[in-house]
């Protein structure tokens, strides 16, 4: 019967990829299962202790077969007869042997864990074979990428557990107990408390990596984690690990990035830099348009997590890949055209967020998902930055005045960007009324009257009847404020003269104008004492 050990090295246990994969194995129809996911993510560490955990449901025990010298089919079925106990000769033909080994499998009952099997790929024959002919059998298989088979059930490994900013016991997290647990053995009189900080900014650095963590922890018998935060901020892969006795592509960050980026094409790693200019999180859409690749191409950063797919069908590039190829992109030809289609793709998506009219609470939560991108644009100059937010201002208006956020702010840069010629002045009106509306919400009248007028005068040769209508609804709520009432009401009727207007009937943005129109113009009459 065979058995499995622990080994006797720091294992803090991802919960949440535990249960998954225990509750898949459990399943009767589950014959291979397959970990995977990036270098250093702890594949093989939660594949040994599932073998020991389940071990004992197995009438033969586990049998668990390293790959990473596997190179080629043959040397990989000397290894698996190994490891069986099936003693063989090199010089045995290949059929013979792979026979051999089906013939031992259907004499057991027992789990079968292959290793680093990314060696083998895309050769899978033999496993599916063993599918096939061996009942008896339960497989787990740990890759960079899956397996791509039918019968394959896949538990991807995203990392250790992270708190956020606002989370309540951070030090409780898998990430933070990891980086405790390596740290106190470094240096025993290392204390949390005093650097939670600091190890929670490490661990997100790493994007939670379990190597990364073990890596940067390891020098508290050095240095502060402060100073091992400077470091890492200053320069992640030139920091190597103070363990001389791990393997060689995990004695550093940068071996680290080369072990992830190994089977990497000229054009992966171009997407990569591409996609590095996201600095949060994005969707395929976004993903295929600023990198300007296919969904298969997509697909394949995916199955390597280098994208590593989130919440919601959300997207993140992996901390450390992305701090190698931004810099390469800041350095890169490339970046004014990705810089271009980044933006591009982003005031495509406002244009699309903003003629649908939402209601308010659809509106904030759509734009809450992506606001983050919104503001992170690189490879701009300061007349392209204020040009971008000019453009997307009509469809974020509603959500800045709503979320307060940071109102000051972009009433300024919304200032200098409608005083910028520079810009073309269909954009610049675009920003005007956005401009006005917020001086208007923060009972900044004069100011906001003087910007309707210059929209109303900028209008005349543009054409532009839903930015007009725009600017008259603000100017007819600032006379309403200050009980101007008559003067309101004409505003009011000017938006509302607009419906006779047939090339306007299919504008769903004017049409919605032209109803609050008709809601304030009662309000108004109202507040005359017009009550017929």
């Known amino acids: ?87 063989v000769s090199q010089s045995l033909d290949e059929k013979l042997l792979e026979d051999m080994i089906i013939k031992q499998l259907k004499a057991r009952e027992m789990l079968l864990v292959f290793d680093n099997y990314e060696q083998l790929l895309p050769e899978t024959s033999f496993l599916q074979r063993i599918l096939q002919e061996v009942n008896t059998a339960q497989i787990i298989v740990t890759s960079l990428v899956p397996l791509n088979l039918y019968r394959e059930w896949l538990v991807p490994m995203r990392g250790l557990s992270l708190p956020d900013i606002y989370a309540e016991s951070p030090q409780t997290y898998e990430a933070i107990r990891l980086f405790e647990l390596t740290a106190q053995r470094m240096n025993p009189r290392f204390r949390l408390e005093d650097s939670l900080d600091d190890v929670i900014r490490i661990c997100q650095l790493v994007d939670s990596l379990p190597l990364g963590i073990i890596l940067a922890a390891g020098w508290v018998q050095y240095i502060s984690p402060a100073e091992i935060l400077a470091r890492m901020q200053d320069d992640l892969l030139q920091m190597e690990s103070v363990h001389h006795d791990i393997l060689p592509r995990h004695q550093s960050f940068r071996n680290l990035l080369n072990s992830m980026l190994k089977h990497l094409s000229e054009g992966d790693q171009e997407a990569l830099m591409c996609l590095s200019i996201f600095e949060g999180s994005f969707d395929y859409k976004a993903a295929l348009a600023v990198a300007d690749i296919t969904m298969d191409d997509f697909k394949n950063l995916t199955d390597k997590c280098l994208v590593q797919r989130s919440d919601g069908y959300r997207y993140t590039v992996h901390s450390i890949v992305r701090q190698a190829f931004i810099s390469q992109l800041q350095q890169s030809p490339l970046l004014k055209t990705v810089a271009n289609r980044y933006v591009e793709y982003f005031q495509a998506w406002c244009d699309e967020v903003y003629s649908q009219t939402l209601p308010l609470h659809k509106l904030m939560h759509t734009i809450d998902v992506e606001q983050h991108n919104l503001w992170k644009v690189i490879g701009q100059d300061v007349t392209e930055r204020q040009q971008f937010l000019m453009h997307i201002a009509p469809a974020m208006n509603e959500y800045w005045v709503n979320r307060g956020y940071h109102a000051r702010g972009i009433i300024e840069l919304l200032e200098a960007g409608s005083q910028n010629e520079a810009i073309p002045a269909e954009i610049r009106v675009r920003g005007m009324t956005t401009l006005a509306r917020m001086l208007e919400r923060t009972s900044q009248y004069d100011r906001a009257w003087t910007v309707c007028e210059a929209i109303l005068e900028l209008e005349r040769d543009l054409d532009l009847p839903h930015f007009r209508a725009r600017a008259l609804r603000v100017l007819s709520e600032i006379c309403a404020v200050q009980a101007k009432f008559q003067q309101a009401s004409e505003y009011l009727q000017a938006i509302i003269a607009m419906e006779s207007q047939t090339s306007l009937h299919n504008n769903p943005r004017i049409s919605h104008l032209i109803s609050l129109a008709y809601e304030d113009l009662g309000d108004v009459l109202l507040s005359q004492g017009d009550y017929p």
């Open 1 to 87: 019967r065979s058995t499995i050990v622990l080994p006797d090295m720091p294992f803090i246990e991802p919960t949440t990829d535990v249960e998954i994969a225990q509750r898949m194995l459990n399943t009767p129809t589950c014959r291979l299962l397959t970990i995977f996911g990036l270098s250093g993510i702890g594949k093989t560490a939660l594949a040994t202790q599932l073998a020991y955990h389940r071990q004992h449901l197995y009438r033969d025990g586990t049998c668990f077969i390293s790959l990473s010298t596997a190179q080629n089919r043959f040397i990989s079925l000397l290894l698996i007869a190994s490891a069986l106990g099936i003693g």
